[in-house]
């Protein structure tokens, strides 16, 4: 399974978004929020014509409104029949989504939505951060001020976990960011045994001193339960990684689930939202749909194109 989990996420980095070379006739979905990293340039449509763009509205935390010309659909989330129904009106067209601007939410729903359709190509898109904003009073391990609020722990739609898990029967996989708040908060939901937490840090980071952040961010959690003795390095912008690592996990400690804490980049939740998608009984999503707060980056670094098209195959089988 290695050499396809490999293969899926084969990508391209480029200078932006407008520098990816999309297939002709190809539609792009893209929802922007407040940051800058997040909004198509005023010349995207003149360097990329061919380009169908349909525009994502998030109304709320189950709708969504996509706009593609002077036709708009609001889709429910949580509503197979909307789903079935998106699925087939892009089906058998070659699509790219955008994932810098929206919420876990909306996204992991694309995603297999796309990856669950009989034809077409697939893509995902994703612009890192020029910088991200420093907290102007930090506290113990707060260098970066980021988050209002969390919404709380539940499921991302269509990606719910139909079996229950005991308190002794899987491994716990977080994959840090800067927020150590977080990581403790949803380590007081899930209550993992601290033998089976496998804590998963970004190196290399999208910036060199990440890393160090990352830990010194998440420190107080990670000494306090004593976990970062099972710790784990993965690239930063690697889904595959997450996903050969989560498959390792599952593998070598047969017969255990794994619970899996999207809270670091979002290059990492895609491989757990992959790693769910092909496992969909043993893996379980643990997210608490953090409240962005405005200005928490500014500017972008580089734009990654993921081409997971060979994946439909993984969770087809």
């Known amino acids: ?18 520098s990816v070379p999309f297939t002709d006739g190809a539609i792009l979905l893209h929802g922007a929020n407040h940051e800058e990293r997040s909004l198509l340039s005023k010349d995207f449509e003149i360097k990329n014509p061919s380009v169908n763009i349909v525009y994502v509205d998030e109304l709320d935390g189950e709708k969504v409104k996509f ?11 949580r509503s197979k029949v909307d789903s079935d129904n998106f699925t087939e009106f892009l089906n058998g067209r070659a699509v790219y989504i955008d994932i810098t601007g929206l919420t876990h939410s909306v996204w992991a729903w694309v995603v297999r939505a796309m990856l669950l359709r009989d034809s077409g190509d697939f893509w995902v898109i994703y612009s890192e951060p020029g910088e991200y904003r420093l907290h102007d009073s930090p506290l113990d391990g707060q260098i970066f ?26 491994l716990f996989m977080p994959l840090l960011g800067f927020e150590g708040a977080r990581l403790s908060h949803i380590m007081e939901d899930v209550q993992p045994k601290r033998e089976l937490t496998f804590p998963v840090i970004g190196v290399p980071g999208f910036q060199h001193e990440y890393p160090f952040y990352t830990y010194q961010g998440n420190r107080l959690a990670l000494e306090r339960d ?41 290059p990492h939740a895609l491989g757990a939202v992959l790693l769910k998608l092909a496992y969909p009984s043993k893996v379980d999503i643990v997210y608490d749909h953090p409240i962005r707060k405005k200005g928490r980056t500014k500017g972008t670094s580089k734009t990654i194109c993921y081409c997971l098209q060979p994946f439909k195959e993984v969770i087809k089988k």
């Not at 399974?1 to 407008?18: G, L, N, P």
């Not at 706009?67 to 989330?77: A, E, G």
Request: a negative charge; one cysteine or more.
């Open 1 to 18: 399974m290695r050499a396809i989990a490999e293969y899926f996420s084969v990508s391209s980095e480029h200078t932006d978004i407008s």
């Open 145 to 170: 001020d980021l988050s209002e609020k969390i919404s709380g722990i539940s499921p991302l739609p269509g990606l719910a976990l139909l079996t229950q898990f005991t308190s002794d029967n899987f």
């Open 226 to 266: 004593e976990i970062w003795m099972n710790w784990r390095y993965e690239k930063a912008n690697c889904p595959a990684s997450i996903y050969v690592l989560g498959e390792g996990l599952l593998n070598e400690y047969g017969g255990k689930k794994l619970r899996i804490a999207p809270i670091g980049t979002k």
């Open 67 to 77: 706009s593609f010309d002077v036709s708009n659909n609001t889709i429910n989330l």
